[in-house]
């Protein structure tokens, strides 16, 4: 069964860092983009990172750049985000995907362009 779970959320303060885990069963997870996107209350939802199929090359939003890294383990077949310097406007819930197409060395923040979304996890910032 094809599955993506994401974990690592929780309360951080300002400035404060998490590291956010996409684990994929069901399918080879290198095989295929993973995008991160975010959505806050009363907001839309939003792409904050991706690594592509090949190469693993990564691609920000630019609101988390120089902030955020996105990294990919394909013995445990994971993706990863690691969050520094967080801000409050970091605060949302945080999904990862797959990209529905076959590409190359590159990947899209566009979210209807992933399938097999994940359950979510919640990261808030806060004093």
């Known amino acids: 069964q094809l599955q993506l779970v994401e974990s690592g959320g929780g309360l951080v303060q300002p400035g404060g860092s998490l590291r956010l885990s996409c684990a994929a069963s069901g399918f080879t997870l290198e095989d295929y983009a993973i995008g991160w996107f975010r959505q806050a209350p009363g907001k839309e939802r939003e792409g904050v990172s991706c690594i592509s199929r090949l190469g693993g090359i990564p691609n920000y939003t630019d609101s988390v750049k120089v902030r955020f890294t996105i990294s990919r383990d394909n013995a445990k077949n994971t993706v990863y985000l690691q969050m520094n310097s967080l801000e409050s406007e970091d605060t949302a819930v945080y999904y990862c995907?797959?990209?529905?197409?076959?590409?190359?060395?590159?990947?899209?923040?566009?979210?209807?362009?992933?399938?097999?979304w994940g359950q979510g996890t919640q990261v808030t910032v806060s004093s």
């Open positions: 995907a797959r990209d529905r197409y076959y590409r190359g060395s590159y990947c899209v923040l566009r979210g209807n362009e992933y399938e097999y």
